[in-house]
């Protein structure tokens, strides 16, 4: 019931967004709600890193165009700018199902806080996942709540989040664990934990955008691949 709930929300919202005058998310160009430009704004390969030993699939710096178009969702609830994030987060999720082995891999969620949620009115990287056509069973939540992030650290962040999440119903399952940006890593990296506390396999990582400065390290080159249409999230031969 909550399911269709929150789609019936989301339809409504992006209904008011299209009717509503708009400018573009990306790029502000009035009357459109992302322009032709922003839409194809994607670069033709993806970005890696590695956090905790699984390789992050991101398909866009955060910079720029994703940037703009990512905080007008979240922070100004342009939920009409999700069906092109969640294209670009579909490129991410393919390129890491190509480069896996084996079968059943589902997609699971950094989970959102409750405050944000209320806040919102939405959870953006739920729709997202929605809008890219995946399914994100909700195995991941707060086992409490954390500072606020911001104007923290990498060493901070990470001390900050440890056993902060917590998994449920995740033994001998596989994933592929999403989020709408990975900046210095903390988040995925205690989502990774959780679900291997919880017995899970952990396939890759992927989300729609990557902060550059964190892209490439010196012991942690950039590198990239070239994302292959037609993979499943749920069979991956």
Same mark, same amino acid.
């Given at each position: 019931?909550?399911? #269709?709930?929150?789609?019936?929300?989301?339809?409504? !919202?992006?209904? /008011?967004?299209?009717?509503?005058?708009?400018?573009?998310?990306?790029?502000?160009?009035?009357?459109?709600? %992302? #322009?032709?430009?922003?839409?194809?704004?994607?670069?033709?390969?993806?970005?890696? *890193?590695?956090?905790?030993?699984?390789?992050?699939?991101?398909?866009?710096?955060?910079?720029?165009?994703?940037?703009?178009?990512?905080?007008?969702?979240?922070?100004?609830?342009?939920?009409?700018?999700?069906?092109?994030?969640?294209?670009?987060?579909?490129?991410?999720?393919? $390129?890491?199902?190509?480069?896996? @082995?084996?079968?059943?891999?589902?997609?699971?969620? %950094?989970?959102?806080? !409750?405050?944000?949620?209320?806040?919102?009115?939405?959870?953006?990287?739920?729709?997202?996942? !929605?809008?890219?056509?995946?399914?994100?069973?909700?195995?991941?939540?707060?086992?409490?709540?954390?500072?606020?992030?911001?104007?923290?650290?990498?060493?901070?962040?990470?001390?900050?989040?440890?056993?902060? %999440?917590?998994?449920?119903?995740?033994?001998? *399952? *596989?994933?592929?664990? %999403?989020?709408?940006?990975?900046?210095?890593?903390? @988040?995925?990296?205690?989502?990774? *934990?959780? /679900?291997?506390?919880a017995g899970a396999e952990i396939v890759a990582c992927a989300t729609v955008a990557s902060t550059p400065?964190? @892209?490439?390290?010196?012991?942690?080159?950039? #590198?990239?691949?070239?994302?292959?249409?037609? $993979? @499943?999230?749920?069979?991956?031969?």
């Amino acid at each position: 019931m909550d399911h #269709c709930v929150g789609l019936i929300r989301d339809a409504v !919202r992006e209904t /008011l967004a299209f009717l509503a005058p708009v400018a573009c998310a990306g790029c502000g160009e009035p009357d459109v709600s %992302v #322009c032709a430009s922003c839409r194809t704004a994607l670069p033709g390969s993806i970005l890696t *890193r590695t956090v905790s030993g699984v390789t992050v699939y991101s398909a866009v710096p955060y910079a720029g165009t994703a940037k703009r178009m990512l905080l007008a969702l979240k922070r100004d609830g342009r939920v009409d700018a999700a069906p092109v994030l969640g294209g670009w987060l579909s490129d991410a999720v393919e $390129a890491a199902l190509d480069d896996a @082995t084996g079968e059943s891999i589902e997609l699971a969620a %950094v989970p959102a806080s !409750r405050a944000s949620r209320r806040t919102r009115g939405f959870v953006p990287v739920h729709l997202i996942v !929605r809008r890219a056509g995946f399914t994100a069973p909700r195995v991941l939540s707060w086992a409490r709540r954390p500072r606020d992030q911001i104007g923290l650290g990498r060493v901070e962040r990470r001390e900050n989040l440890t056993g902060a %999440v917590t998994a449920r119903g995740a033994a001998r *399952r *596989r994933f592929i664990i %999403v989020d709408d940006v990975v900046t210095t890593g903390a @988040t995925l990296d205690e989502c990774i *934990r959780a /679900l291997r506390q919880a017995g899970a396999e952990i396939v890759a990582c992927a989300t729609v955008a990557s902060t550059p400065k964190h @892209t490439a390290t010196p012991t942690e080159k950039q #590198c990239v691949t070239t994302p292959v249409a037609g $993979a @499943t999230v749920y069979e991956k031969a």
